[in-house]
T-cell receptor, first 115, second 110 residues
């Protein structure tokens, strides 16, 4: 069975600094998707970044980038120049690339950005 | 595009009452799902649907029913509410693995 593990329940970072959130997963599939979602206090789930397993290049979205290590089954999220609005729960998720698109979720990392 | 909409945003029920959480999407996505979110438990899949007329169970289906008569709508029914169903409920629709979430419903069962 596929699993997603986020080993850091809570993290904090100073404003303008860089922080990395860890995620590891387990699967026997070769083709799949990986995601990072952000959930601020408003409760809305917001997609931060998506990575397709067949792409070797790491995905980036402005201040957010990933370090995708397929062999190690690792998918960490780096937030550069942290802002107060980045304070949120961050969830890592996995999805097969087939017709069944169920997401498998990690338990989340609570990130606090301090002024 | 409204995206994924959910109603109501908040609901309080008494034990034993039934209710339906509504979910609709206007993106013509085939795949829709319902999750519940509890502190320290992440998101758990209740039921999902890969298209109109097709539904299947997720991790925690007991106490919930779903139907999918149209592509747009995917209501979640609580048959006889229990305090253990106090949670935040999210509906999502999906395209090429990318899930779009509704704003959530906070349900309290007394």
């Amino acid at each position: 069975a596929q699993t997603v593990t986020q080993s850091q329940p809570e993290m904090s970072v100073q404003e303008a600094e860089t922080v990395t959130l860890s995620c590891t997963y387990d699967t026997s599939e070769n083709n799949y998707y990986l995601f990072w979602y952000k959930q601020p206090p408003s409760r809305q789930m917001i997609l931060v970044i998506r990575q397709e397993a067949y792409k070797q290049q790491n995905a980036t979205e402005n201040r957010f980038s990933v370090n995708f290590q397929k062999a190690a089954k690792s998918f960490s999220l780096k937030i550069s120049d942290s802002q107060l609005g980045d304070t949120a729960m961050y969830f890592c998720a996995f999805s097969n690339a087939g017709n069944n698109r169920k997401l498998i979720w990690g338990l989340g990392t609570s990130l606090a950005v301090n002024p | 595009n409204a995206g994924v909409t959910q109603t109501p945003k908040f609901q309080v029920l008494k034990t034993g009452q039934s209710m339906t959480l509504q979910c609709a999407q206007d993106m013509n996505h085939e795949y829709m799902s319902w999750y519940r979110q509890d502190p320290g438990m992440g998101l758990r899949l209740i039921h999902y649907s890969v298209g109109a007329g097709i539904t299947d169970q997720g991790e925690v289906p007991n106490g919930y029913n779903v139907s999918r008569s149209t592509t747009e709508d995917f209501p979640l029914r609580l048959l006889s509410a229990a305090p253990s169903q106090t949670s935040v409920y999210f509906c999502a629709s999906s395209y090429v693995g990318l899930q779009y979430f509704g704003p959530g419903t906070r349900l309290t069962v007394l």
